[in-house]
C-alpha cells in the first residue's frame, strides 16, 4: 500500500514562477526523500530529509518535514521547461524499505 | 558515482514467454536491491526486495513464482518475468543500496510490452 499521498497531481505554470508540491504520510519515517521522474525514464534523487531535520535547501529546490503533521513539502523555485517532470517523495519507515506516493505532475510552460 | 544501469531498455516479448530484465551497480557494491513496477501515471510499487546471496523478500500480492529475483552479486540482480501476460506489461524499475546508506540509486528502467 502506498505511505504518501502528494498533492495536487497536477501542477501547470509558466516559467520564472515558483512551484510547490505537498506529500503527506500515514506512519513515523527514518527520512523522507523526493525524485524526479522524466517521462518513460528513471528515477533521479533530488534530496533526502531525515525526521530529525526540518528544512534542506539544494540549488532551487527547499524542502520541509512537518513530522507532527506527517507531511513535507517541495518547492522549486524560478521554475524552468526543464523542470517539467513527476515528482515523487518517498518514506523510508526503517528495514530499508522505501514507499513512494502518488506523485505530482509538474508542467512548466516556457 | 553510484550509477545502476539496466538491461534490456525496453522488449517486446509474445504471451507465454519468459523475460529477463538485468540490474547493475555499475562502481559500487549493491547489498541490497528493489525492485519497482510502475504503471502509466501511477507511482512506482515495491514488488520485492532482494540481499545478494539470500532469497529475495516479496510484497504482498507479488507472485513469488511469476518474479523470479536473483541476486548473484554485489553488482547483478536479475527478475525474470515467467510466462509473461499482457497484464504484465509495465515499466520495471531496479534500485541499489549501499548498505549503511539510506540513499537508493535507481536504474533508467525496462519497458516491457507483452503482445
Known amino acids: 500500500s502506498q505511505q504518501g499521498e502528494e498533492d495536487p497531481q497536477a501542477l501547470s505554470i509558466q516559467e520564472g514562477e515558483n512551484a510547490t508540491m505537498n506529500c503527506s504520510y500515514k506512519?513515523?519515517?527514518?527520512?523522507l526523500q523526493w525524485y524526479r521522474q522524466n517521462s518513460g525514464r528513471g528515477l533521479v534523487h533530488l534530496i533526502l530529509?531525515?525526521?530529525?531535520?526540518r528544512e534542506k535547501h539544494s540549488g532551487r529546490l527547499r524542502v520541509t518535514l512537518d513530522t507532527s503533521k506527517k507531511s513535507s513539502s517541495l518547492l522549486i523555485t524560478a521554475s524552468r521547461a526543464a523542470d517539467t517532470a513527476s515528482y515523487f517523495c518517498a518514506t523510508d519507515t526503517g528495514g530499508f524499505k522505501t514507499i513512494f506516493g502518488a506523485g505530482t505532475r509538474l508542467f512548466v510552460k516556457a | 558515482g553510484a550509477v545502476v544501469s539496466q538491461h534490456p531498455s525496453r522488449v517486446i516479448c509474445k504471451s507465454g514467454t519468459s523475460v529477463k530484465i538485468e540490474c547493475r551497480s555499475l562502481d559500487f557494491q549493491a547489498t541490497t536491491m528493489f525492485w519497482y513496477r510502475q504503471f502509466p501515471k501511477q507511482s512506482l510499487m515495491l514488488m520485492a526486495t532482494?540481499?545478494?546471496?539470500?532469497?529475495?523478500?516479496?510484497e504482498q500480492g507479488v507472485e513469488k513464482d511469476k518474479f523470479l529475483i536473483n541476486h548473484a552479486s554485489l553488482t547483478l540482480s536479475t527478475l525474470t518475468v515467467t510466462s509473461a501476460h499482457p497484464e504484465d506489461s509495465s515499466f520495471y524499475i531496479c534500485?541499489?543500496?549501499?548498505?549503511?546508506?539510506?540513499?537508493?540509486?535507481f536504474g533508467p528502467g525496462t519497458r516491457l510490452t507483452v503482445l
Open positions: 534500485s541499489a543500496s549501499f548498505e549503511v546508506t539510506d540513499t537508493q540509486y
Open positions: 506512519t513515523s519515517i527514518n527520512n
Open positions: 532482494s540481499n545478494e546471496g539470500s532469497k529475495a523478500t516479496y
Open positions: 530529509i531525515r525526521s530529525n531535520e
